[in-house]
């Protein structure tokens, strides 16, 4: 049985539906995330499960048990607000203790429990000091320590690092998966970078409006993309609109309008003049002179238009016959100075033909 | 740098002149006479005998005399009750108005301080007309009833401005960590809501404990306080001496409470200072 079951639930606000339908399940001891530009439903399915709000329809159940009519104070998980929420007017052993006093806990066990808490979180030092007398990062893992401190069934992280900034927020991010796995408590962590939830997450939900639009493990999120819009939240990608040549069991032959014909593969029984998109990551792209030959089943000529170093590569627009401007990401591996292919060069951009994908919608 | 200085001094004594004469001429010069005066001795029809050395005199009086020191309770009765009753009446209704959707807000603090628009002395009176029939007129409760209605507004408005600026984050997560309605309230709303609480006790205890106009006109002739004593001494009893000494005294009473809700505040708002 999931830890957690969403049975096609949904919210409304009015005239707008805010969460459509959404069906999924958490299992015990997952990093789940909840990903989704703002406005997309992801908050709301998150406060719906904290118990803050409540769905028109479906039902929420943890453990198999229907949440509906128990109040968030009753429930057994607890969140980490995207602004922190501590309790300005007590400390941080305070805050970490208040989920343990609400328990009804005895006085020896809340004071060892929070001293391991604050263990947990590197923050012993700071346990009388006031939240507003600590960092942003600091500030963080306090209300990490509060969350986690009682044993929730389920710890909800609202945006929680969002505050931060980036150089912190990577270290958190190491700190949150090494902190997950030592706790062995379900997350289930809701996100607009969609950086941060392929590097936390064991499942990520991608959302749209409403919808779940697809729920994968990041790598295949990220190398299998369900449609145009996941893949094109996901990461960099370049988007050819094409039109299916022919398919057979192993090779499928595309055609882009004023490039060509593309050679992939798909596993998919696929007919011959359905339309749809191709979906190619920059990093799979080589691009070589005009002159150099390339053992690779898809080469187009273009010229470089812009070039973006951005040290550990660089980032290539090169334009093709057909006026599409095609990106491509190479490593600056080599010692020594990066060598470039400058503005206005003419190059040939090629990839294998299991490097893109075509999708259907 | 020199002179930006030298401007940035002059600017700062032109701007605190005005309010240092008027403190001077005011407050501190009024204070300094009667404090001189509270050592002389009363002239024979009123004002002040010639000098004739200092005088404690007065001071014996009111120390030895109980009635003094009942009044003077009484006083402190009077303005702890009238302080503790407002903060009861006011608590909710700021909480209210605090919570009230941003446009019905401001009407609501609008109708709170609507009183104000007429004078203080005719409100009174009206409480004559109200309390007369009810045969409350001249009594201890009229006495308790003008005064909260008097002060209730500064109660009030210090709370609701504290209560207004609380993050509602804050009452979620202690609800999200296992807090009822009622932990809510006394863990985080109320120790919270204490700096208000301060500025408005603050607000309505020193006035009332130097109210002179309420029991001159609600009460009846045993519920004189402090302030219509030094009237007593000054128009009546033309005991200028005295008057000054009660008027010390009241004065140094008040600072102490105030000093004191300082000492306390200064311990109890660890932290909330942050939000408010």
Known sequence: ?361 | MARHARVDRLARWGMTLPPTVFLLAFVAAPALIMILASFREPGEFGGLAPWNGASFEAYRFLLTDIIYAEIFARSLLVAVLTTLICLVLAYPLAWLIARSPKRRRDLLVLLVMLPFASNFLIRIYAWIMLLGPLNLLFSPWAVMIGMVYVHLPFMVLPLYVNLERHDPALLEAARDLGAGAWTRFSRITFPLSLPGIYAGAALVFIPVFGMFAVPELLGGTGDILIANLIKEEFLQNRDWPLGSALSILLTVAVLACAGLATLAARRGFKGTEAVS
């Open chain 1, 1 to 361: 049985m999931a830890l957690l079951e969403l049975r096609n639930v949904t919210r409304r606000f009015g005239s707008l539906e805010a969460v459509k339908n959404v069906s999924l399940a958490i299992e015990a001891g997952e990093f789940f995330t909840l990903l989704g530009p703002s406005g997309c439903g992801k908050t709301t399915i998150l406060r719906m499960i904290a118990g803050f709000d409540a769905p028109d329809e479906g039902d929420i159940l943890l453990d198999g048990q229907s949440l509906s009519g128990v109040p968030p104070e009753q429930r057994p998980l607890h969140t980490v607000f995207q602004s922190y929420a501590l309790f300005p007017h007590m400390t941080v052993a305070g805050n970490v203790a208040f989920p343990l006093e609400m328990a009804g806990r005895p006085k020896d066990e809340i004071r060892r429990r929070v001293g391991e808490a604050l263990e947990l979180v590197h923050l012993v030092a700071k346990a009388e000091s006031f939240p507003h007398e600590i960092s942003g990062g600091e500030k963080q893992r306090v209300a990490l320590a509060r969350g986690l401190v009682g044993r929730p069934r389920l710890l909800l992280l609202d945006e929680s690092l969002g505050a931060l900034d980036a150089k912190l927020r990577e270290q958190m991010q190491i700190e949150l998966i090494a902190l997950q796995r030592q706790v062995g408590i379900a997350f289930v962590f809701v996100t607009h970078a969609q950086d941060e939830a392929l590097a936390l997450s064991h499942r990520v939900a991608v959302m749209r409006a409403g919808r779940i639009e697809q729920c994968d493990e990041p790598d295949r999120l990220y190398t299998q993309p369900a449609n145009r819009f996941v893949a094109d939240f996901i990461g960099k990608v370049n988007l050819i609109d094409v039109e299916v040549l022919a398919a057979s069991k192993v090779l499928l032959a595309l055609r882009a309008p004023g490039l060509g014909e593309i050679a992939a593969s798909d596993p998919r029984p696929l007919r011959a003049g359905e339309s749809g998109t191709f979906a190619l990551r920059p990093e799979l792209i080589r691009i070589f002179g005009r002159k150099e030959s390339a053992d690779l089943k898809n080469r187009f000529e273009g010229k470089v238009k812009e070039l973006l170093y951005l040290g550990d590569v660089t980032l290539y627009k090169v334009e093709l016959a057909n006026g599409f401007v095609i990106e491509a990401l190479m490593p600056n591996a080599a010692p020594g100075r990066a060598k470039f292919h400058e503005v206005g060069d003419p190059v040939a951009v090629c990839w294998r033909h299991d490097a893109g994908l075509y999708l259907r919608e």
